[in-house]
Structures are given as structure tokens and as C-alpha cells.
């Protein structure tokens, strides 16, 4: 018989198998003998009593063996000679995609503006130490796309889209570690993901797929409102299916479809700021304890009140993690949050947005077009560029003098290495969302006793919640509705928020273009 179980048990007594059968046994109310073996298939963390506990879910077997477990691997054809479709970007959206396709027969042509995922280090050293920003390669441009160098969580509210255990089975065939099998936050991490990004680009090359780094999508042709064909790097090049993937921060892009009258909409998207704390304080806060224990991981939070009819919450929390600095272009400064695997940073970061809606932005810009949105959230970044456009130190404020609107004599130590400067924030921010974020660090700081600190430390902005822009397209068969073969897909298209989700997408726009 094999059934399946919950149990909530200490840190130190999940390590002894012999308590954990104990209480498998308990719990299914059979004798502890009968127990033969038990796997574990998820976990969470309960702290919401004094002690911390794991909340674990078994698949036990009484009265018989465990078999062999099956082995997944991804379907692998050979398609050199199929049917090609190109995809633009290699992000999770578009190597999910091209994996996909091969499955399902077709020959997957990925064009890359970036450089692959070990070249793109120097880019990002050079981006980091002197402040240089390769338009073409960074943060958000390159193989894996903006996710490989910015943490790797691979969590997600996204589980009516598609099949998320499949691209977790996937990503852990390519290399990823069984624990993002398990837990209920899985996460990669910036220093092991890099090679599974290689993995899956090496398995579609291998299946007759091609992957080409540092070519540009420059132009897109249409005839009788479908693809005809496409520029890369000022060649011209027949398609007839194209699955455009780049990403939330392409906005070359999204001003060459809306140049070519390709439909293209204004979207909503989050604005705030980048919220350190030292990560010992979060594990007090979190873990009700002066020193966190080694059996636990470096603590979480997640966080969402109202402020004037507008929703404040926590978003990409970096446990052990590091400010990393985003740009796209010189003259603009972004920030984002990334964690190694082991989450062994001395800080917690966390984006802390507001959500900003088309008709703020109206009352703001006197905009209602379709790139309003986009110039809306250029224009912030520019504005938070205080160094000149060659630097990329990024303006900051203590979180109590932000909300008290002073400007800090002094800031604690933060891990964005570029460098912070003392500024105020609320000449960098619009007034509707630092006003909702004066409110919501307050209302956090009662949530979580000691958040609202004078130790905590704003980097501005995060801006890149996501795409300022949607390109619609048709919810069945997921191509945009005036331009046959044309598949908007993943994060930049409008239809993602991560990469489990930007993955899923992928997929489905993969399984409609081989129709």
C-alpha cells in the first residue's frame, strides 16, 4: 500500500529518519514496522509559532518496497531538416519554447541580441566595477535571460497556465538540484544556473536546433498580415513562424512593432524601491530566535497591505542576497535582487513597489498611448541616474528618513557595489508612490516587529516589475490578432511574471505554432 502523508516536525527531528517514521506511522495510524520507506515530496517552513517546524509531505510505503523511481528526460527528434520556427530571445520563454518544439518536431532557430550565459560575465563585471553598460549584454540581455543573473527562483502563483512540474522536471534534468522538486520556494541560484542554461542549449543544438548569440532582431516583415520574413544583424531571412520572446526590458523592440502599426497596448506595471536589511535581523523577526539555526535556510518574507486604495507589497525577496544594478543603457540606473544557491550574503533584499496603473500614469504624463507606460518608467530611471550617465551609483535613504522625508547623513553598509549616494528619494519617485510607500513601510513595520528601521537602507528604483507593455494576442491560439505567425510570448509580451510562469508561456506558444 502506498498513501501519502503530513507531518510538522522540527528541523532536528527531520533529520533522524527513525522519528519521522514514527510519526508517518502515527499519523496513518499503522505500526511503525510496517513502514518500509518513505520519500519526501514537499516542504515548507511554519513559523508561526514560537518554534519553527517544517511542514513535510511524505509518500510512504507499508507493506511493500519502494520501486525504482522513474527517470524523466525531455523528448528528444532530431530536427535539423524540420519545419523551422524562430524565436526571439533565449530566455526561459524562448529555450522552453525551442525544447518544446523539438519535441514536438520542429526545428527551433533562437536569435539572441546577448551573449552567451559565461561571456556575459565580463559584461556584468565591467557593468558592476566601472560602471559600463553594454546595451546589448547585461543583466537583462543574454543567454537565460534577465532571470540567470538575477537569483533563479523558480517560484510561482502561476499554476493554472500549464504544467508546472514538468518545467521543474526539466530544469532539474538539465542539471538543478532535487530540492526544487520539494520545496515550496524552489531556487537555483545565480552561480549554479549558469550551467544549466549551457545544459539546454547544448540538448537543442544536439537535437538539430540552432542558437545564435549576438544577433539582433533589427526588423519584421509582414505581407497579407502574416510574417513573411525577418532582419537579423542587416540580413534579411525567411519566417513564417516567429515566437517573440525577449523579455520585459526590450523596448527597442516594442518601438519598432508600434513604428510598424503592429498593435501594441500600454500596460500597468509596480515602481518602488529596493528595501536591505541585515539578513540576521530578518532570521530574528522570522525565526523568533536570536541565532538562526543552521538546519534552517536563511529566513523569507512576503509582504502586502492597501495604502490608499493601491496595493504595497514585497516583491523578488532575495534571502542572503545582493542589490545587483540592472540598467539596459547608459544615463539610466535600475536595481534588482539576486541570491547564490547557498543564500550566504550578510543582507536581505527585497523590491518594495507600488502598483501604478494607466491612469496614474495619464495624470502624471498627460499619455495615453501605447508607450506611455515605457516612457513613464524610462523617465524614473533617468531621473534616479544622479551620478551622471556614465556612473551607476544608485541613489539611497535610510528607510526611517524616507519616511520622515529627510535626507540621511549617513547610510549602513549596502551590497550594491556600484555604490549608493545619499539622496532623497521623493525627488526621484512620483508623488503617488512614495506617499504609499511612506505608509506601507509603517504598516510593515507592525506585520514584522523590527522591519521598520532606521538599520534598513532604499536603493532606487526598482522598476522593472515587469513590461510596461502587453502585445495582445488571440487566448486560443495565442497569435497576435493582426499578424498571422506572430506569437507574442513570456514576460515582455505581457503574459509572464518570472521564470516559471515566462517557461509555461513558452511552452504554450511553442505547442500552438507547431499546430
Same mark, same amino acid.
Given at each position: 500500500?502506498?498513501?501519502?502523508?503530513?507531518?510538522?516536525?522540527?528541523? #532536528?527531528?527531520?533529520?533522524?529518519?527513525?522519528?519521522?517514521?514514527?510519526?508517518?506511522?502515527?499519523?496513518?495510524?499503522?505500526?511503525?514496522?510496517?513502514?518500509?520507506?518513505?520519500?519526501l515530496?514537499?516542504?515548507? @517552513?511554519?513559523?508561526?509559532?514560537?518554534?519553527?517546524?517544517?511542514?513535510?509531505?511524505?509518500q510512504?510505503?507499508?507493506?511493500?518496497?519502494?520501486?525504482?523511481a522513474?527517470?524523466?528526460?525531455?523528448?528528444?527528434?532530431?530536427?535539423?531538416?524540420? !519545419?523551422?520556427?524562430?524565436?526571439?530571445?533565449?530566455?526561459?520563454?524562448?529555450?522552453?519554447?525551442?525544447?518544446?518544439? @523539438?519535441?514536438?518536431?520542429?526545428?527551433?532557430?533562437?536569435?539572441?541580441?546577448?551573449?552567451?550565459?559565461?561571456?556575459?560575465?565580463?559584461?556584468?563585471?565591467?557593468?558592476?566595477k566601472?560602471?559600463?553598460?553594454?546595451?546589448?549584454?547585461?543583466?537583462?540581455?543574454?543567454?537565460?535571460?534577465? /532571470? $540567470?543573473?538575477?537569483?533563479?527562483?523558480?517560484?510561482?502563483?502561476?499554476?493554472?497556465?500549464?504544467?508546472?512540474?514538468?518545467?521543474?522536471?526539466?530544469?532539474?534534468?538539465?542539471?538543478?538540484?532535487?530540492?526544487?522538486?520539494?520545496?515550496?520556494?524552489?531556487?537555483?541560484?545565480?552561480?549554479?544556473?549558469?550551467?544549466?542554461?549551457?545544459?539546454?542549449?547544448?540538448?537543442?543544438?544536439q537535437?538539430?536546433?540552432?542558437?545564435?548569440?549576438?544577433? &539582433?532582431?533589427?526588423d519584421?516583415?509582414?505581407?497579407?498580415n502574416?510574417? *513573411?520574413? @525577418?532582419?537579423?544583424?542587416?540580413?534579411?531571412?525567411?519566417c513564417?513562424?516567429?515566437?517573440l520572446?525577449?523579455?520585459?526590458?526590450?523596448?527597442?523592440?516594442?518601438?519598432?512593432?508600434?513604428?510598424?502599426n503592429?498593435?501594441?497596448?500600454?500596460?500597468?506595471? +509596480?515602481l518602488?524601491?529596493?528595501? !536591505? #536589511?541585515p539578513?540576521?535581523?530578518?532570521?530574528?523577526?522570522?525565526?523568533?530566535?536570536?541565532?538562526?539555526?543552521?538546519?534552517?535556510?536563511?529566513?523569507?518574507y512576503?509582504?502586502? $497591505?492597501?495604502?490608499? #486604495?493601491?496595493?504595497?507589497?514585497?516583491?523578488?525577496?532575495?534571502?542572503?542576497?545582493?542589490?545587483?544594478?540592472?540598467?539596459?543603457?547608459?544615463?539610466?540606473?535600475?536595481?534588482?535582487?539576486?541570491?547564490?544557491?547557498?543564500?550566504?550574503?550578510?543582507?536581505?533584499?527585497?523590491?518594495?513597489v507600488?502598483?501604478? $496603473?494607466?491612469?496614474?500614469i495619464?495624470?502624471?504624463?498627460?499619455?495615453?498611448?501605447?508607450?506611455?507606460?515605457?516612457?513613464?518608467?524610462?523617465?524614473?530611471?533617468?531621473? +534616479?541616474?544622479?551620478?551622471?550617465?556614465?556612473?551607476?551609483?544608485?541613489?539611497?535613504?535610510?528607510?526611517?528618513?524616507?519616511c520622515?522625508?529627510?535626507?540621511?547623513?549617513?547610510?549602513?553598509?549596502?551590497?550594491?557595489?556600484? /555604490?549608493?549616494?545619499?539622496?532623497?528619494? *521623493?525627488?526621484?519617485?512620483?508623488?503617488?508612490?512614495?506617499?504609499?510607500?511612506?505608509?506601507?513601510?509603517? !504598516?510593515?513595520?507592525? &506585520?514584522? &516587529?523590527?522591519?521598520?528601521?532606521?538599520?534598513?537602507?532604499?536603493?532606487?528604483?526598482?522598476?522593472?516589475?515587469?513590461?510596461?507593455?502587453?502585445?495582445?494576442?488571440?487566448?486560443?491560439?495565442?497569435?497576435?490578432?493582426?499578424?498571422?505567425?506572430?506569437?507574442?510570448? /513570456? !514576460?515582455?509580451?505581457?503574459?509572464?511574471?518570472?521564470?516559471?510562469?515566462?517557461?509555461?508561456? /513558452?511552452?504554450?506558444?511553442? $505547442?500552438?505554432s507547431? &499546430?
Open positions: 500500500m502506498i498513501r501519502q502523508a503530513d507531518i510538522l516536525i522540527t528541523p #532536528h527531528d527531520a533529520q533522524d529518519r527513525l522519528t519521522v517514521r514514527r510519526m508517518l506511522a502515527s499519523v496513518l495510524h499503522v505500526p511503525a514496522a510496517d513502514i518500509r520507506d518513505f520519500v515530496l514537499r516542504q515548507s @517552513i511554519d513559523a508561526r509559532g514560537k518554534t519553527v517546524k517544517f511542514q513535510q509531505r511524505y510512504v510505503f507499508i507493506g511493500e518496497n519502494r520501486p525504482p522513474p527517470q524523466f528526460s525531455p523528448i528528444f527528434n532530431k530536427v535539423t531538416h524540420a !519545419e523551422p520556427v524562430h524565436i526571439i530571445g533565449a530566455g526561459p520563454a524562448g529555450l522552453f519554447a525551442a525544447i518544446q518544439l @523539438i519535441a514536438l518536431g520542429k526545428k527551433p532557430i533562437i536569435i539572441e541580441r546577448g551573449k552567451d550565459v559565461k561571456a556575459r560575465r565580463r559584461d556584468l563585471a565591467l557593468l558592476t566601472q560602471h559600463i553598460v553594454n546595451p546589448e549584454s547585461n543583466y537583462c540581455f543574454g543567454e537565460g535571460g534577465a /532571470g $540567470t543573473y538575477s537569483d533563479g527562483k523558480l517560484y510561482t502563483r502561476s499554476d493554472k497556465r500549464g504544467d508546472i512540474h514538468k518545467v521543474l522536471q526539466l530544469f532539474h534534468y538539465f542539471g538543478a538540484s532535487h530540492d526544487i522538486l520539494v520545496n515550496a520556494r524552489p531556487h537555483i541560484g545565480t552561480n549554479k544556473l549558469p550551467d544549466v542554461i549551457v545544459a539546454m542549449r547544448e540538448f537543442i543544438r537535437a538539430g536546433g540552432e542558437v545564435h548569440f549576438e544577433h &539582433k532582431l533589427e519584421i516583415h509582414i505581407k497579407d502574416t510574417i *513573411h520574413s @525577418i532582419t537579423v544583424n542587416g540580413v534579411a531571412t525567411e513564417r513562424k516567429l515566437i520572446a525577449t523579455g520585459h526590458s526590450a523596448r527597442d523592440i516594442f518601438r519598432l512593432l508600434h513604428l510598424k503592429i498593435a501594441i497596448e500600454a500596460k500597468p506595471f +509596480a518602488g524601491v529596493r528595501a !536591505e #536589511h539578513q540576521s535581523l530578518i532570521d530574528r523577526i522570522q525565526y523568533h530566535c536570536e541565532t538562526r539555526s543552521e538546519l534552517l535556510p536563511p529566513s523569507y512576503s509582504l502586502v $497591505t492597501q495604502v490608499m #486604495h493601491r496595493g504595497v507589497y514585497s516583491f523578488c525577496m532575495c534571502p542572503g542576497g545582493i542589490i545587483a544594478p540592472c540598467a539596459t543603457n547608459p544615463g539610466e540606473v535600475v536595481t534588482n535582487g539576486w541570491s547564490p544557491s547557498k543564500r550566504n550574503n550578510p543582507f536581505a533584499n527585497s523590491g518594495i507600488v502598483e501604478v $496603473t494607466l491612469e496614474d495619464a495624470r502624471y504624463t498627460g499619455r495615453r498611448d501605447a508607450l506611455a507606460a515605457l516612457d513613464f518608467q524610462a523617465s524614473i530611471e533617468q531621473k +534616479a541616474c544622479i551620478g551622471g550617465p556614465k556612473s551607476q551609483i544608485a541613489p539611497a535613504q535610510r528607510m526611517t528618513d524616507f520622515q522625508q529627510k535626507v540621511s547623513s549617513s547610510l549602513p553598509n549596502c551590497s550594491y557595489l556600484p /555604490g549608493v549616494s545619499s539622496a532623497d528619494l *521623493h525627488t526621484i519617485l512620483p508623488p503617488f508612490v512614495a506617499q504609499r510607500l511612506q505608509v506601507g513601510f509603517k !504598516e510593515f513595520g507592525k &506585520k514584522m &516587529k523590527g522591519y521598520y528601521t532606521h538599520e534598513a537602507v532604499l536603493v532606487a528604483p526598482e522598476s522593472r516589475t515587469s513590461s510596461p507593455v502587453r502585445i495582445p494576442r488571440n487566448k486560443i491560439n495565442l497569435q497576435h490578432p493582426g499578424v498571422k505567425g506572430l506569437f507574442p510570448c /513570456g !514576460e515582455g509580451a505581457g503574459y509572464a511574471g518570472g521564470i516559471i510562469s515566462a517557461a509555461v508561456d /513558452g511552452i504554450r506558444c511553442a $505547442t500552438e507547431a &499546430k
